[in-house]
């Protein structure tokens, strides 16, 4: 599990290894997110920003508007959460990346997402 703190915003994962979308060629891990606003203002996620390394440090960006195809606003104390896939060609990757942010004055952030592994359950962490 990872969890940062930028600005009152925390952000969660866990991951899972999906054996049955998996084959020798890739292999499909889901990673669970919760973002919380912690913080005393409404913030709106707006766009995300992934970098996935895999074993054989091939590196891929992945940036777009919102997640999953939303773009929360979060009051203090509210959380959002989703899950979503990403598939690897090696057994073991990382994950780590940003959300940009935007208060309900219009100031941007960049909400930090520690790495995380995604690795099969029986490989060593």
């Known amino acids: 599990m990872s969890e940062t703190v ?3 915003i925390r ?3 866990e991951t899972e290894f999906l054996d049955d ?5 890739q292999y499909v891990f889901s990673y669970h997110i919760t973002i919380t606003n912690e ?3 409404v913030v709106q996620l707006m766009s995300r920003h992934w970098i996935i390394t895999d ?3 091939h590196v891929e960006e992945v940036k777009g508007p919102g997640v999953v195809g939303y773009q929360p606003i979060l009051k203090p104390g509210e959380s959002f959460d989703y899950t979503s ?5 090696t057994p ?3 994950m780590h990346g940003t959300f940009q942010m935007t208060t309900d004055k219009g ?6 997402i520690s790495p995380f592994r995604l690795n099969l359950p029986h490989m060593v962490h």
Do not use: M, W
């Open 11 to 13: 952000i969660s994962v």
């Open 39 to 41: 913080g005393n203002e």
């Open 55 to 57: 074993a054989n440090n």
């Open 85 to 89: 896939y990403c598939p690897l060609k």
């Open 92 to 94: 073991i990757g990382t």
């Open 21 to 25: 979308e998996s084959n020798e060629q």
């Open 6 to 8: 930028t600005r009152g």
């Open 107 to 112: 100031e941007l952030f960049d909400a930090h």
